[in-house]
């Protein structure tokens, strides 16, 4: 295992501060009001913070953290699309899907299973996987000749990433040929259902607020076809239980959207999620589930004293020293 070297650890910890620092300038501002939707407005326009956190974060993941020689978020991300779409992961869910209706309907009994015949699959095999790549800082996935990836923020780095709010950008069905429309380099609008894959990597809690979070979720479930792939990546470098609630709570609004847990790995600095979308109409009331999308940090007061200590947001600034990892599967039950 490759050991960083001291000129790396030094710039990570420079950085590291200061994109905290940048965490806690935009969250107190959110505390500071009672009107999210115009801070997020007002955050959207601060241009100059805006292009501060894109240069600090491209700096990391280009500079500083490509000197840990281990597995990474990008790396994770393209295992769960792969092994879902071409190697028998969809299918194994369909598969369940059918035995657990059949067997509720009486057609068979507990003991006997369903034919590999009677579930189609389309053979993704012989095209490339759509991802939206959401909140990108330098298009990652570009690189991965199966994936036709779109990378959208709110003030991208590099030319191939698209500037674009996901929380208020155009989402619905449309006739028209192109899955999304770009005036410049803004991404304005997105064909529902379009993409087999949206990455939501260490975004949600990004966003200050359980109803930003809600709001990006569910941006994602539209933008998701039938039995796509929401992959969602967040920091946590406590042991494994330690944010079972939050957890818990995340999975349940989440299926309650429509999107079911397949996939759950921790790593010592990640909690690694896939959900795929097997509903596309939400039941009533799904509103009403913003609360569940918490985190840690909502309770934290976001002093200018706190922002110059150390405290739990830390944990982010070290989601890219990864050791190997404990990994879980779902059954989904």
């Not at 590291?16 to 009001?33: A, G, I, W, Y």
Request: glycine letters at 4%.
């Amino acid at each position: 295992m490759a050991t960083p070297n001291s000129e790396s650890v030094s710039d990570h910890k420079v950085l590291s501060n200061r994109l905290k620092e940048l965490h806690c300038k935009m969250r107190r501002s959110f505390r500071e009001t009672d009107n999210l939707e115009n801070a997020w407005a007002e955050h959207c326009r601060d241009r100059e913070y805006l292009s501060e956190y894109a240069d600090v974060m491209h700096r990391l993941a280009t500079e500083v953290w490509t000197d840990l020689d281990q597995e990474d978020r990008v790396w994770w991300v393209r295992s769960a699309a792969i092994g879902y779409f071409h190697q028998g992961g969809l299918r194994k869910w369909l598969l369940k899907d059918l035995r657990t209706k059949k067997f509720k309907s009486g057609e068979i009994s507990r003991r006997e299973e369903v034919s590999i015949d009677d579930v189609v699959v389309d053979n993704f095999n012989d095209c490339r996987i759509n991802l939206l790549d959401v909140g990108s800082c330098y298009n990652p996935f570009a690189i991965f000749p199966e994936f036709r990836a779109v990378a959208v923020d709110l003030h991208p780095r590099v030319d191939s990433v698209y500037q674009c709010d996901f929380l208020n950008v155009d989402i619905r069905n449309s006739d028209v040929e192109t899955p999304f429309d770009v005036i410049g380099n803004r991404l304005t609008r997105i064909n529902e259902g379009f993409f087999h894959v949206v990455v939501l990597c260490l975004v949600l809690t990004y966003l200050p607020s359980p109803l930003q979070r809600w709001h990006c979720v569910t941006n994602a479930h539209k933008s998701l076809a039938t039995n796509g792939l929401l992959l969602i990546v967040t920091p946590d470098s406590g042991h494994q239980n330690r944010l079972s609630r939050q957890m818990k709570s995340w999975r349940s609004a989440l299926e309650w959207l429509g999107l079911r847990r397949c996939r759950y790995e921790k790593k010592r600095h990640l909690h690694c999620m896939a959900y795929r979308k097997v509903t596309s109409c939400p039941p009533i009331g799904w509103q009403d589930r913003a609360h569940m999308m918490f985190t840690p940090h909502d309770s934290h007061d976001y002093s200018i004293k706190q922002c110059t200590e150390s405290f739990s947001i830390e944990e982010k600034l070290q989601t890219f020293q990864f050791l190997p990892s404990l990994s879980i599967y779902d059954d989904c039950s």
